[in-house]
Each structure stands twice: as structure tokens, then as C-alpha cells.
């Protein structure tokens, strides 16, 4: 019986991490292309973001535009055995790298 029980807890503490690295990579990606299309026009970023996360298995909860930086918030649904569905949340932001970097 502990045994099951520990392959249990193991198996869904491996489920949230890789639910939480697929949330982190479709943030990622949402924001990079978001930044990418908001430098031909700010009207389209967020459209943008939530195609990209949907194709990526999430959905966009969140899309903010600052100056230019795009900041998302994504989830992801999955399931836990025995629990139902469970949400997870990444955040990400994108932008252009700054001219005004130092170089030491």
C-alpha cells in the first residue's frame, strides 16, 4: 500500500512540473511573438499571443502592452487522478534589448 502510494505522489508531482514547464514555454513563446508583432503594429501583439499559446496547449489569461514590452499571463488545464483538473500559471515578458546596454 505505500508503495502505491508513493508511486502516486510521485507520478503527480511529475505531472505539475512538466504542466508547469509547458505553461513556461508557452508564455515564452507567446510574449517573444507578441514583441515580434508588436513592432509592426501594437493592434495585433495580444491577438497574437493568444494563438500562440493556444497552439502551445494553454490559453492567454492576460495581455499587457508597456511602452514596448509585452507582458502575458498564460494557464494550462490538466488533469489529476483522483483530484480533477488542476490550473497552472506562467508569466513572461518580451521586448526589444535596450541600445543603451553597458558594456564593462
Known amino acids: 500500500m505505500l508503495t502505491v502510494l508513493a508511486a502516486y505522489v510521485f507520478a503527480l508531482v511529475g ?3 512538466v ?5 513556461q514555454a508557452a508564455a ?3 510574449a517573444l511573438s507578441a514583441a515580434k508583432v508588436m513592432a509592426v503594429g501594437r493592434d ?3 491577438d497574437e ?5 493556444k ?3 494553454a490559453f492567454l489569461q492576460r495581455c499587457d502592452l508597456v511602452g514596448e514590452t509585452v507582458e502575458v499571463r498564460v494557464a494550462i488545464r490538466f488533469p489529476v487522478p483522483g ?5 497552472v500559471i506562467a ?3 518580451a521586448g526589444p534589448v535596450s541600445s543603451q546596454v553597458r558594456h564593462d
Do not use: K, P, Y
Open 15 to 17: 505531472a505539475i512540473r
Open 19 to 23: 504542466a508547469r514547464h509547458r505553461a
Open 55 to 57: 497552439a502551445n496547449g
Open 44 to 46: 495585433r501583439a495580444c
Open 83 to 87: 483530484v480533477g483538473l488542476r490550473i
Open 91 to 93: 508569466h513572461a515578458r
Open 28 to 30: 515564452d513563446l507567446s
Open 49 to 53: 499571443a493568444a494563438t500562440l499559446a
